[in-house]
Structures are given as C-alpha cells and as structure tokens.
C-alpha cells in the first residue's frame, strides 16, 4: 500500500514539475505584452498618433481619468484626445510599473508615471501620477477595457 502512495506521489510531481515552467513562461509572456500594450498608447501619445484609440480601445472601453467628471466611453476618449491636441502635446514621458496581474483573458497593471506638457504658447508643465488599467486578451492582441488615475496633484 505505501508503494502505491509513493509512487502516486511521485508521479503527480513529475507531473506537475513537468508543466510549471510552461505556465510561469506563458504568464511571463502575457504579463509582458500587456505592458507593452500600455507603452504603445503612451508612445502614441507622446507622437501624436490620432488612431491608437480605434486600435487599442476595446469598443466598450470605459476609463475615469481623475480629471474627468465621470468614465469616459471610447468616442468621447476620442475627442477629448483630440482636443488636447489643439492646446499642447505631450514631450516626454516615463512608466514605472508596479504590479501585472494576468487571469486567463483579463490582465489588471498598476503604475506610476511622470509626464511633460508643452502648451501652444510653449510652457512646460510636469506631472506624476499613477494609473490602474484593465486590459482583455481579444482577437487583436490586449486591448484596454477600462482605466482609472491622473496626476497626484
């Protein structure tokens, strides 16, 4: 009877030990194409690039940035982008990401930032902040389906 225990034993780590690192991997991978899914939108951003919201917004995104008065859906992040971009642009940026958590298709990633804003009339304006978003796996890659921050200002 102990030989059967052991050998149960045995067998189940094998089993187990043998896919671990598979999964560690694939977490890995997912975790680092979600970052860089919210590196594009920054650097899109920064270069102001007017499609990122049509390639990288889910079409039921919902985002609370702590400037606004209430979530934003998709078309009114659209023209709220667009409106920043008649008064200044963003000049520089920097992420420090905190903590990725991957669940099957949804992946939640805390960070800080610290931005530049140069206005038409070329002052500069620096703030730091931080952001929780929410991305799904899609077809397409990660997409972000909701996010929440601002400045600490």
Known sequence: MK?????KLVLTSIFLFSFTP???????????DVWSVIEEEWNANEKGDKKWPDRLLTDDFAGWGKGSPAP??????????????RTGKM??????????????????AHYLYSSAFESK????????GRYTDVLIRTEDGWKFLAWHGG???
């Open 91 to 108: 000049v520089a940026h920097e992420l420090y990401p905190l903590s990725i958590v991957v669940h099957d298709d949804v992946a939640v």
């Open 72 to 85: 934003r859906d998709k078309a009114s992040t659209k023209m709220w982008d667009r409106f920043e971009d």
């Open 3 to 7: 030989t059967k225990e052991v050998l």
């Open 121 to 128: 009339k070329g002052d500069i304006e620096m703030s730091n």
């Open 151 to 153: 400045d600490d200002e």
């Open 22 to 32: 598979a999964l560690a991997e694939e977490s890995a991978d997912d975790s680092a």
